[in-house]
C-alpha cells in the first residue's frame, strides 16, 4: 500500500474556546479536523467544568507546515492565558490529497 | 425550594455520587429563562410603555454603578489584581434569573398577586448587560495600560495583549443563552398576548407545578455545584468571603432606594433590590473566561455561587423586602 507521512496535530483545550480553535485550524489552512469531549486534569488551578463546559481534543491531521502554524499561534495567543496543550506526531495516511 | 438548595449542599458534603446530568441542567435553564421572558412579554403587551422609562432608566443606572463599586472595593481595599477583581465585579454587575424568580415568588407570597410589577423581566434583561460590559472593560483597559507601564519600566518591547474585540464580545453577550431566551420569549409573548399564552400556561406559567418543580430541581443543581465550590472557600479569603455578603446588601438597598424613587410598588422595589444585590452564573462566566482569562474563575463563581446566591436566597430577599415596606410602604388595595 502506498502511504504518505503526514502530521497530526492534537489539541486539548476548556470547551469555551472550541470556535477560536477551529477559527484558528481553518485560517492556518487545514482542511478538516475531527473535535472530541474529553476531561482530564492538568497542571493549572482546578477546573470549574460545572459551568464553563469540559475539555475537548481536536485533531488535525496536515502537512507539517501547517501544523507549525496553528502552533506558533497557539503559542502566542493561546498557551499564555488559557488551559491548553497541544502535542505533534507524525502518522501515515492513505489518499494524501484528502488533507493537504 | 430552599430545602432543595440544602439538599444539593449537603450531597456533596456526604460525598454523594449524585450529580444532575448537564444536559438536564442545560434543559431547565432554557426552559426557566423562556418561561420567565414568555409571561413578561405577555404582561408588557398589555402595559404602557410610559409605567416602564423611569424604571428602565433606573435599572440601566445601577447596572452602571454596581460593577464600578464593586471593582473599586476589591482592587483597592481587597487588593485583588486588576484582572480578578474586575472579573468578580462583572458577575455582581449582572444579575441572577433565579435570585429574580425567588424574590418575586417572595413578594407575591407576601404581599399577594398584581404586588410586583408586569414589567419586571424587561428590566432583568435591561440589568444584565452592562454590568458585565463594564466590568470586562475596566479589566482590559486597566491590564493593558499595567503591560505598557511595566514594558516602559524594564524596557521590553509592548507585549501585545489581543483577546476577542469588543464587538465579539457584544456579540457574545447578545447572542448568549439567558438573553437570546428572555429576549425571544418576550417578542413572541408581546405578540401572542392573553390568549395566546392561555393554551401553554399549564406548561410556562410560573404559578403551575411544571414551573414549579423545574425550578426546585434546578434550585437542587444550583446546590450541588454551591456545595462543590465550598472547599475553594478557604482559597477565597476572608475578603471575598466578607464581599459576597456585604456587596448585595449595600447594593440591595441601593436597588431598593432607587427603585422606590422610581415611584415602584414595595413588591417591586424588593424585587428590583435582589436584582441589584444577585450576582450572575448564567451569562457572566463564559465572557469574563473569553475576554479576561486571567482572572481566576475559582474567586468569581465561588463568591457567586456558594456566598452570595445562598445568602440572598435565606437572608438578602426577606431583607429587601423589609427596606422596601419601610420606604414606600404597602399601597396595595
Known sequence: MNTHTLTLLTIVAEALLKDRLIHEVRHAGAKGFTITEVSGEGSRQRRVSEILGDNIKIEVIAKQETADKILTTLQKDFFPRFAVVAYMSEVQVVREDKYV | ?333
Open chain 2, 1 to 333: 425550594m430552599v430545602l432543595a438548595f440544602a439538599f444539593g449542599i449537603v450531597c456533596r458534603l456526604i460525598k454523594s455520587e449524585l450529580a444532575i446530568p448537564r444536559d438536564l441542567y442545560t434543559s431547565l435553564s432554557i426552559y426557566l429563562l423562556f418561561a420567565l421572558g414568555l409571561k413578561g412579554g405577555v404582561e408588557l403587551s398589555h402595559s404602557q410603555w410610559q409605567q416602564l422609562l423611569v424604571p428602565a432608566i433606573v435599572t440601566v443606572a445601577l447596572g452602571t454603578i454596581t460593577p464600578i463599586s464593586s471593582f473599586l472595593t476589591l482592587r483597592y481595599l481587597g487588593r485583588f489584581s486588576i484582572a480578578d477583581a474586575a472579573g468578580i465585579a462583572a458577575h455582581y454587575g449582572s444579575v441572577s434569573a433565579v435570585t429574580f424568580i425567588a424574590a418575586e415568588k417572595f413578594a407575591i407570597t407576601n404581599l399577594g398577586e398584581g404586588s410586583v410589577a408586569p414589567f419586571m423581566p424587561t428590566l432583568l434583561t435591561l440589568l444584565e448587560i452592562p454590568g458585565i460590559q463594564i466590568a470586562l472593560a475596566i479589566g482590559v483597559i486597566g491590564l493593558a495600560k499595567a503591560k505598557r507601564t511595566e514594558s516602559v519600566a524594564t524596557g521590553s518591547p509592548v507585549q501585545d495583549v489581543s483577546g476577542p474585540s469588543f464587538g465579539a464580545v457584544w456579540h457574545e453577550l447578545l447572542t448568549a443563552r439567558s438573553m437570546v431566551l428572555l429576549i425571544g420569549g418576550m417578542v413572541i409573548g408581546c405578540i401572542i398576548g392573553y390568549e395566546g399564552y392561555a393554551s401553554v400556561k399549564p406548561f410556562f406559567d410560573k404559578g403551575e407545578w411544571m414551573f414549579k418543580g423545574a425550578l426546585t430541581l434546578f434550585l437542587l443543581e444550583m446546590g450541588l455545584v454551591a456545595g462543590s465550590r465550598l472547599a475553594d472557600l478557604k482559597h477565597a479569603g476572608a475578603f471575598l468571603i466578607a464581599f459576597g455578603i456585604i456587596a448585595p446588601i449595600v447594593h440591595g438597598a441601593l436597588g431598593v432606594y432607587m427603585g422606590a424613587l422610581a415611584g415602584l410598588n414595595a413588591g417591586s422595589c424588593t424585587v428590583l433590590g435582589a436584582m441589584a444585590a444577585s450576582a450572575s452564573y448564567i451569562a457572566a462566566p463564559p465572557a469574563v473566561r473569553m475576554t479576561l482569562p486571567e482572572a481566576n474563575p475559582t474567586f468569581y463563581l465561588t463568591a457567586a455561587l456558594a456566598i452570595t446566591f445562598p445568602f440572598n436566597l435565606l437572608v438578602g430577599i426577606p431583607l429587601y423586602f423589609r427596606m422596601a415596606l419601610a420606604m414606600v410602604g404597602n399601597d396595595l388595595p
